[in-house]
């Protein structure tokens, strides 16, 4: 069965305590691994889309990378406002369903 | 460019009443999506849409549950005689392709007395 794990489920940090999530993916036929980060309250927002293991994108300060089996959100020097959840998700089959993980639940003190 | 649109943004319902959700995609996009976030859990897919066909509803509910992504006009979830189980935050997306990343609304947090 495609499954999609987050770890940790809630992680605290101090501004610009550098940390990274991990999601974890055991999916057939991936088509697509994806971030989004939500607020509490409001839908998700997209942030990066991930096709092959080796590829790496950045947006700010936060750095996604894909493997075969995972997926790392990489945030330097984090601040507040970077608090949030953040999700993971993997398209899966030729339809487009996303299958969610948990949710790592971010906070980041000044 | 507006983003995908969600209507109403909170709902009250008693139990045995129905529940219409509407969603209007993104311009330009034609592939709409519907996902459940029960509290505490994460976000499950329930249906695949274009339009005016259902394309994948595997995460639909057998009974109760339907929905519809007319030629003209948003797509509505439809909910049909209200439990308290029901009681959850639905979230549309939309796509300009089945394998492109999906934008969500602002979902409709759906409340059953």
């Known amino acids: 069965e495609d499954q999609v794990t987050q770890s940790p489920e809630a992680l605290r940090l101090q501004e610009g305590e550098s940390s990274s999530l991990n999601c974890s993916y055991t999916v057939s036929g991936l088509r697509g691994l994806f971030w989004y980060r939500q607020d509490p309250g409001k839908g998700p927002e997209f942030l990066f889309t991930?096709?092959?293991a080796g590829e790496e994108k950045e947006k700010e300060r936060l750095k996604a990378t894909l493997t075969k089996k995972e997926s790392f959100l990489h945030i330097t020097a984090p601040k507040p406002e970077d608090s949030a959840t953040y999700l993971c998700a993997s398209g899966s089959g030729n339809t487009g369903k996303l299958i969610f993980g948990q949710g790592t639940t971010l906070q980041v003190k000044p | 460019n507006a983003g995908v649109m969600q209507n109403p943004r909170h709902l009250v319902r008693r139990r045995g009443q129905e529940a219409r959700l509407r969603c209007s995609p993104m311009?330009?996009?034609?592939?709409v999506y519907w996902y459940r976030q029960l509290p505490e859990e994460g976000l499950k897919f329930m249906v695949y849409l274009q339009k005016e066909n259902i394309i994948d509803e595997s995460g639909m509910p057998k009974e109760r549950f339907s929905a519809e992504f007319p030629k003209e006009g948003p797509s509505i979830l439809r909910i049909q005689q209200v439990v308290r189980g029901d009681s959850a935050a639905y979230f549309c997306a939309s796509s300009s392709t089945a394998t492109n990343e999906q934008f969500f609304g602002p979902g409709t947090r759906l409340t059953v007395l």
């Open positions: 311009k330009g996009h034609s592939h």
């Open positions: 991930l096709y092959s």
